[in-house]
């Protein structure tokens, strides 16, 4: 079948993100992402720096590379002494590349958030 994104949203693979200009600190970017039924998205693939993000070019060339956009904390760069640390990650370019980077969870920034692509079974066709 195809997967579908809403309206507004950018599709990558199985994925939909959608890019929130409005400033808000991480928690109320959660709670945006929440209503919106997704997720802070998350960028964890692997790579030999845990701090470079590969971003999907459709999502790359929307970004303003002067601001900073919270994304989900990465679960593979955290420790558990970490969980209650008042710094929350985000994404921030520097020279040509986006990398994983943090800021006080209080801050405001942008946000990108991510949700799986709808699935229509095979021999459905919206028009």
């Given at each position: ?71 989900q ?11 209650q ?9 520097y020279?040509?590349?986006w ?29």
């Amino acid at each position: 079948g195809s997967h579908m994104c809403p309206s507004g949203w950018i599709p990558y693979q199985e994925r939909c993100f959608y890019i929130s200009h409005t400033l808000r600190s991480l928690e109320e970017s959660q709670k945006y992402c929440t209503s919106l039924s997704s997720k802070l998205a998350a960028f964890d693939e692997p790579s030999k720096y845990y701090y470079e993000v590969s971003l999907p070019s459709g999502l790359e060339e929307l970004l303003d590379r002067s601001k900073s956009y919270w994304i989900q904390m990465s679960k593979k760069w955290r420790h558990d002494y970490d969980s209650q640390s008042r710094y929350c990650d985000k994404i921030k370019k520097y020279y040509q590349k986006w990398k994983r980077t943090f800021s006080e969870c209080a801050e405001l920034h942008p946000s990108i958030c991510e949700s799986e692509a709808f699935r229509f079974p095979d021999g459905i066709h919206l028009n």
